[in-house]
């Protein structure tokens, strides 16, 4: 139990990634707040999950989850920004404002307010962990979806903005490169597209939202406990060429 008694908010886990991270955190120990934008019931198996449902990119529905953490009386321990939309492959010269400021706003603005949730909450009180997910496209660079990669390189400065200045109060903040993986985001994408980077990851095949989870689970534990600022890839060798 790596994580055990600490509070989880997990956005972006109805599925995918934040669903393996939220499963892999409670199964460590932790409570989990699981948040998503998708209605409906996840269907989550452990009880230690409790589901709520919100927009990342509003600043209200995040204001609504602090109120009803503070009515519970529970703090954050732990906080994993995965939530994400990848919906246009459009590069600069057809981007459209509409793609580009709601990308922005669930990717870069998202991962902010969470931020500004979890270290407004804990500043001065415990601990806290934060886990940013960016994406191999946050640190090289490739073709199309300018606004997908530039609201992923944002996510890793934001990181290291963020550990730098509280890094003295207790808060550690640490962003994760997935490389590929196996999830509808992928699934929905052009073939051809995923095939490419498939071709350019050294260990030649895709990955499992697990490992990414597994990848969470060590930053955001306390055997991470001397790193902050740090950018964990885990794309079988996509960055390392
Ligand atoms: N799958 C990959 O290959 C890959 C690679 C690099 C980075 N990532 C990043 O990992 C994260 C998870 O992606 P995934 O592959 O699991 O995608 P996914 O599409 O399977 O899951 C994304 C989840 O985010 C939720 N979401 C979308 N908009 C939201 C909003 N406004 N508020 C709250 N929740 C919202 C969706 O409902 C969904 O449950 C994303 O940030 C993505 O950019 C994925």
Redesign the pocket.
């Known amino acids: 139990m790596r994580v055990q008694g600490k509070v989880a908010v997990v ?9 393996a991270c939220a499963e892999r955190l409670a199964a460590e120990g932790s409570r989990v707040i699981a ?4 209605a409906g019931d996840p269907g989550f198996h452990n009880p230690d999950i409790d589901y709520h449902r ?5 600043e209200s529905d995040w204001q609504a989850l602090a109120d009803r953490l503070a009515a519970e009386a529970r703090q954050i321990d732990i906080l994993v ?6 919906p246009t492959k459009a590069g600069a010269h057809d981007v459209t404002l509409t793609d580009w400021e709601q990308i922005i ?3 870069q603005t ?1 991962v902010l307010l969470g931020m500004r949730m979890a270290t407004s909450m804990m500043l001065g009180r415990a601990p806290l962990a934060i886990v940013n ?5 946050g640190q090289v660079g490739g073709s199309g979806q300018i606004a ?1 990669h530039a609201s ?1 390189g944002a996510v890793i400065n934001m990181t290291r903005n963020a550990a730098v200045t509280y890094a003295k109060q207790g808060v550690r903040v640490n962003a994760l ?10 699934r929905v994408q052009p073939p051809e597209m995923n095939a490419a980077t498939l071709a350019l990851t050294p260990m030649g095949r ?2 499992l ?1 697990e490992e ?1 989870a597994a990848g969470v689970l060590f930053l955001a534990s306390d055997d991470a406990s001397f790193v902050t600022g740090a950018t964990l890839a885990v794309d079988g060798g996509f960055t390392a060429q």
């Not at 956005?11 to 669903?19: C, H, K, L, N, S």
């Not at 919100?54 to 509003?58: E, H, I, L, N, Q």
Request: charged share 15%; no cysteine.
């Open positions: 956005t972006g886990a109805y599925r995918g990634i934040g669903r948040v998503d934008i998708a919100m927009d990342v990119g509003s920004n995965a939530a994400g939309i990848a706003r669930v990717n998202g997910i960016s994406s191999i496209w997908y992923k490169l997935p490389g590929l993986i196996d999830t509808d985001m992928v895709i990955g939202p990414i």
